[in-house]
């Protein structure tokens, strides 16, 4: 693809994105001052009005268009690094909170979400605003003691969110591979003295996926080759060549379809939630069904896995990773249609607030008048949307892992059936929602003043003053950094990054399944390793690669040829076990052996089975097999061979053996 049109002269700018983050500052600023010290109704207080149904809705249709743009201009992430660069520890992030970073932010999701259903929080001014000082002082404080932004990596749950949308976005930034391999000075990850590398800590030139990059552009102000370009895509293309997976981030996946399809009923059949608060409490009821609903939505893809695996002979976990993020689609465009219908009813609230306080009677898009049947339209045309791109994700996800055909076929059925019954349940959804508001279009502003004024009154008296609230903000900023600066008088910033040379050589390996959810678990290992060791990044860069298209070679091939272990289930097992009466085929289980040396890095891949004549003949010649799904294979062992000239495959023993050496030069670091 080619790069946007004059969009590497914006992103290399030094005003970009800190013009941005200086008016996006100040708007939250203004915000929070309405809040606090505005009337407590929500159809009077501009800021609620402003930040519930225009800026929320606004950002959810935001990863569509542009990704996670906003994550660059968030204001939030732009006071963390303020405070980062003159107070901060820039203390390393430690190895749980990266391990487990997808479970603390699908928990902040889930407390937030909870929290704004059960406080009613669109109705209460202030505790919209406390929750936004709980945001901010959580940020100064992970900004003092960690390195980069580390909360917006793993502990954000905005950022979550970005995680999962941001896939389907339809701008992408990534690196040209020819360039990035032969580049030595590995800027986009390491920085410079003027700019930092990736403030998401990732590897930009090496990546894949928009889930965590935020368009900062430091890697295109870095880059010495001029790699990175903004480029254009279209909608939902980066599930069609998923190659990496995560349970993490499939869970996440689930966790937030169950949460916004969840709140769309509560919305769309107020008389279940309130049957459910009269008998067990407001509270106790609506947690439960929130549990329970959640669970059902975690069923549906588990059943779903199940059948699946029966199809293709692959493990539950690995359809449950891989085939998860074909809903991402259905679930976003489910969200924008929610979207829209905040922002006709901010519509209607402006128009009544600029009508009261300023005597404008400016006709907006008044929900009354034209809500009602377009509104409908667009929401089920973008369920509709949805439910066409999931189905050609699943269908291009199945045909990346399952080249034959007839068993791609049959492994997207069970999962199109759950997005087909995610479709009807959120359609049915809207059409009582419709039907249930056709006679009362118009909002009580009464009542949702009376609302108001019962949370504040029974959930907050010391916030009831927003002097208070001035005050307490005041003291947690000037507290935060005060602690840093004490703290780095005792403690050195970080942690020193050991020599290479010098180090005894140190093994370590690893038992995975030949599954392309494991890519990550490996690459994850030998980053901590190396890390360890001191290895610079482009060392860890280049075996992140080599193990990427290894496994990926395993994968393919296992997985077309249909090749399980040499003692596989014969023609006449194979229909009997997709039905389950006969044993299952047993997995491919892979052994990494990792040799750290004080001048080079061993890495070896190992798996039982027969002699690979095709990838001797490969390695041997540079011949394809003239199968389709080995040919691309294929790709992955040439690419190896042009990069790691100590390519080499063995078999003795029963045991294929595929590995590499990796010279460790001066300037690796």
């Known amino acids: 693809m080619t790069q946007l049109f004059r969009t590497r002269k914006i992103l290399k700018s030094s005003y970009f994105p800190s013009s ?12 929070l001052y309405y809040l606090m010290t505005g009337p407590q109704a929500t159809d009077r207080n501009i800021g609620s009005i402003l930040m519930w149904f225009f800026w929320w ?29 003159r107070f901060g520890l820039d ?7 990266k391990k487990y970073a997808l479970m603390i932010i699908g928990v902040l999701i889930l407390v937030i979400l909870w929290a704004e259903e059960v406080l009613d929080l669109q109705n ?16 100064i ?3 003092v003691i960690f390195e980069r932004r580390a909360w917006c990596r793993y502990m954000c749950p905005l950022g979550g969110m970005g995680v999962v949308y941001a896939r389907v976005g339809m701008l992408q930034l990534r690196g040209n ?26 590897f930009p030139s090496i990546k894949d996926s928009n889930a965590y990059c935020i368009f900062c552009g430091n890697c295109v102000k870095v880059c010495p080759k001029d790699s990175a370009k903004l480029e254009f895509r279209l909608p939902s293309k980066e599930l069609w060549v998923l190659r990496k997976t995560r349970l993490g981030e499939a869970v996440l996946t689930l966790l937030l379809g169950g949460v916004i399809s969840c709140i769309f009923f509560m919305h769309g059949f107020p008389e279940v939630t309130q049957g459910m608060a009269e008998r067990f409490g407001r509270v106790a009821g609506f947690s439960l069904f929130f549990v329970l609903w959640q669970t059902g939505f975690f069923l549906v893809m588990a059943v779903a896995s199940h059948v699946a695996s029966r199809l293709n002979h692959m493990s539950e976990k690995m359809n449950f990773c891989v085939f998860s993020f074909a809903l991402i689609p259905l679930i976003l465009c489910a969200h924008l249609g929610h979207g829209l219908m905040l922002l006709f009813r901010g519509g209607d609230l402006l128009q009544r607030y600029l009508e009261a306080g300023f005597g404008l009677e400016y006709s907006l898009s008044s929900y009354a008048d034209t809500g009602g049947l377009a509104l409908a339209g667009v929401q089920f045309l973008l369920l509709a949307v949805g439910l066409v791109l999931s189905v050609v994700a699943a269908r291009h996800i199945a045909q990346s892992f399952l080249a034959r055909s007839g068993r791609a076929k049959l492994s997207v059925v069970p999962f199109n059936a759950a997005f087909v019954l995610f479709a009807v349940l959120n359609g049915w959804i809207l059409i009582h929602w419709q039907l249930q508001s056709a006679g009362n279009r118009e909002i009580s502003a009464q009542r949702m003043a ?16 927003s002097l208070n609230v001035t005050l307490f903000f005041l003291a947690l900023c000037v507290f935060m950094p005060l602690a840093a600066w004490l703290l780095r008088r005792f403690f050195r910033p970080g942690v020193e990054r050991r020599e290479n040379r010098g180090l005894e050589e140190e093994t370590r390996r690893l038992n995975v399944l030949a599954e392309a959810s494991e ?30 298209e290894m496994m990926t070679y395993i994968v393919i091939t296992r997985t077309n040829a249909d090749i399980i272990e040499e003692d596989g289930v014969d023609s006449l097992r194979r229909p009997l076990a997709a039905l389950g009466l006969a044993d299952r085929p047993k997995r491919l289980h892979l052994d990494f052996v990792i040799t750290m040396n004080p001048d080079s890095v061993y890495l070896a891949m190992e798996w039982s089975g027969r002699v690979e004549a095709d990838l001797r003949l490969v390695l041997a010649l540079g011949l394809g097999t003239g199968d389709v799904g080995l040919i691309r294979a294929d790709r992955q062992i040439r690419f190896l061979m042009r990069y790691h000239k100590s390519l080499k495959y063995e078999h003795s023993g029963g045991v294929n053996r595929l590995s590499l050496v990796r010279e460790l030069a001066e300037g690796d670091d």
């Open 20 to 31: 941005l983050q200086i008016l996006a500052t100040l708007m939250l600023v203004v915000g």
């Open 57 to 85: 809705p606004l950002f959810v249709i935001q990863y569509l268009l542009i990704g996670r743009f906003w994550c660059s201009v968030c204001p939030f992430g732009a006071l963390g690094d303020l405070v980062r660069k």
């Open 91 to 97: 203390l390393a992030v430690p190895e749980f909170v």
């Open 124 to 139: 209460d001014p202030m505790g919209t605003a406390i929750l936004l000082f709980v945001i901010i002082g959580l940020v």
């Open 141 to 143: 404080l992970v900004s």
């Open 177 to 202: 591979p020819d360039k990035c391999r032969t580049c030595r000075a590995v800027l986009c990850a390491k920085g410079t003295a003027k700019v930092e590398g990736c403030p998401m800590a990732e």
């Open 450 to 465: 009376d609302a108001a004024l019962k949370g504040a009154s029974s959930l907050h008296g010391f916030w009831q003053s």
């Open 519 to 548: 890519i990550v678990s490996v690459q994850d290992e030998l980053s901590r390793f190396a890390q360890s060791r001191g290895v610079g990044v482009k060392t860890v860069f280049d075996l992140n690669m080599a193990i990427q």
